[in-house]
C-alpha cells in the first residue's frame, strides 16, 4: 500500500522538507525516494530533489518506498562495558557485532547485514553500560539527537568522592563543558555513593566529566531510559527490535 498526503500549507515549500516535517521520513530518506522515482504529486513523479510542493497538491510515496520505510531497522541493547557504540579504533568491539541470533531476546525475522546501516542514536562511551538504539530511521534519529530534541535520558552513577550540597548545586546547574554553559539537569542522591541524572542533552562524556568538576569519579555509570523508552530487564550484551509502539512514543514524546 502507497502512502499519501495531501499538503495544506500557505505556501509552496520544498518536498523533501514537508516530508520530513510530516514525520513520514527524514529529509535525507526523502530525496532517496525521489532519487528511486517512488515519489509523486498529484500523479506526475517528481523527479529534482529541489522540487517544491504547492498548497493542495498530493503527495504520494509508492508502495515500494513505503515498503523501505517500513521496515527501517531499530534496536535496542544493553550494551556492555568494554564495547564501542560505532566507529571502533583497532582491537575494539562494536556493539553492532553483539545482533546475533544467540543474544537475540523476542523475535526477529531480519538480522542486520554488511548492507544494514545501523548507527547509534545517543552514544556511550566504551566505560559506560546500559541503554542503546541502533537504528536506520532519520525519523528516530532527529526525535532523539536533532538539535530541537530535549528528550530525557536517565542514567545510575557509583561514584567516589564526597557528595556535597555545594557538588550538588553545581551538577543541577552552575557548570561549563567545552565553553559552553550546561542546561539544568536533575540529580539526585540515591544512595551513599550513588547518583541519578536525568539529563536533556549528550555532550561527549558529559556526566563523567561534570562530576570530574565537582571532585568525584565515577566508577559504574549506566543509562536506564531514553524518553518514555526503558531498559527494563534486558540482560546486558542482548538485544530486541524497537517495536512500533515505542517507535511511535519516542517520536511523540518530542
Request: aromatic content about 4%.
Amino acid at each position: 500500500m502507497n502512502w499519501s498526503k495531501t499538503y495544506e500549507g500557505t505556501g509552496p515549500t520544498r518536498v523533501n522538507k514537508w516530508m520530513g516535517q510530516t514525520g513520514v521520513c527524514s529529509r535525507r530518506e526523502a530525496e532517496a525516494l525521489i532519487e528511486a522515482g517512488l515519489v509523486s504529486i498529484d500523479g506526475l513523479e517528481v523527479a529534482d530533489v529541489g522540487r517544491k510542493i504547492q498548497p493542495g497538491q498530493t503527495l504520494t510515496i509508492a508502495e515500494a518506498g513505503k515498503t523501505q520505510l517500513d521496515n527501517r531497522f531499530s534496536i535496542v541493547i544493553h550494551k556492555p562495558k568494554g564495547v564501542v557504540s560505532a566507529h571502533p579504533a583497532p582491537g575494539q568491539v562494536p556493539a553492532i557485532r553483539l545482533l546475533t541470533p544467540e543474544n537475540l531476546v523476542g523475535a526477529c525475522d531480519i538480522f542486520p547485514d554488511e548492507e544494514t546501516s545501523l548507527a547509534p542514536v545517543g552514544r556511550l562511551d566504551m566505560d559506560s553500560r546500559g541503554l542503546l538504539i541502533l537504528s536506520e530511521d532519520g525519523v528516530l534519529a532527529k526525535a532523539l539527537i536533532g538539535p530541537q530534541s530535549e528528550l530525557e535520558k536517565e542514567y545510575l552513577v557509583a561514584i567516589e568522592g564526597i557528595i556535597t550540597n555545594w557538588a550538588l548545586e553545581k551538577l543541577r546547574f552552575g557548570l561549563m563543558l567545552d565553553g559552553r554553559q550546561l542546561k539544568p539537569a536533575q540529580v539526585e542522591v540515591i544512595g551513599r555513593y550513588r547518583l541519578r541524572f536525568i539529563l536533556q542533552e549528550g555532550r561527549n562524556r558529559q556526566i563523567r566529566r561534570m562530576c570530574e568538576a565537582v571532585g568525584l569519579y565515577v566508577v559504574d555509570l549506566v543509562r536506564i531510559r531514553i524518553g518514555s523508552l526503558m531498559l527494563g530487564d534486558l540482560p546486558e550484551g542482548k538485544w530486541r527490535l524497537l517495536s512500533a509502539s515505542e517507535r511511535q512514543a519516542l517520536i511523540g514524546d518530542v
